[in-house]
């Protein structure tokens, strides 16, 4: 069974763009070897990220990240086993408000592009998380 870790947090200072594609680039080729996919949001300065995958693979991943020094106040809130990936072709996909990557994802989280939207349906919980977190994110 496959098995979900959400959790949030905030970067020691605003990253760069440089700064976010380094860690992105990084965590698509890990994710890659380690069957590892999901889905991070930055949103200036403050961190949420979905990873999903085998449990024994998630739970290490999560645990190096614990130890990341650019991270701070990590609060793990999901951490479940799932019946099937909310974001099974991204190794990791990535948003920053700030970015023109925004637009590829707009499609599988739909809030983003419309935060009027009514909530989601409780069937996919880690969508769910996502939209609480983006629309109640005093920074944006």
């Not at 996909?93 to 939207?117: A, C, W």
Request: hydrophobic letters at 35%; a negative charge.
């Amino acid at each position: 069974m496959e098995y979900c870790i959400v959790y949030i947090s905030a970067s020691k200072g605003l990253f760069s763009e440089v700064q976010l594609t380094s860690i992105l680039e990084h965590s698509r080729q890990s994710n890659s070897l380690l069957g590892i996919t999901g889905v991070m949001l930055y949103f200036n300065g403050s961190i949420i990220q979905v990873l999903e995958g085998e449990e024994e693979q998630v739970k290490t991943l999560y645990n190096t990240i614990r130890q990341d020094p650019r991270h701070t106040s990590i609060i793990q809130f999901f951490s479940h086993p799932i019946e099937k990936r909310s974001f099974s072709e991204w190794s990791m996909g990535y948003i920053s408000l700030s970015t023109n990557e925004l637009g590829r994802i707009k499609d599988q989280v739909p809030f983003i592009g419309d935060p009027t939207l009514p909530a989601l349906k409780q069937d996919n919980v880690i969508l769910s998380v996502l939209q609480t977190f983006y629309l109640n994110n005093y920074r944006n």
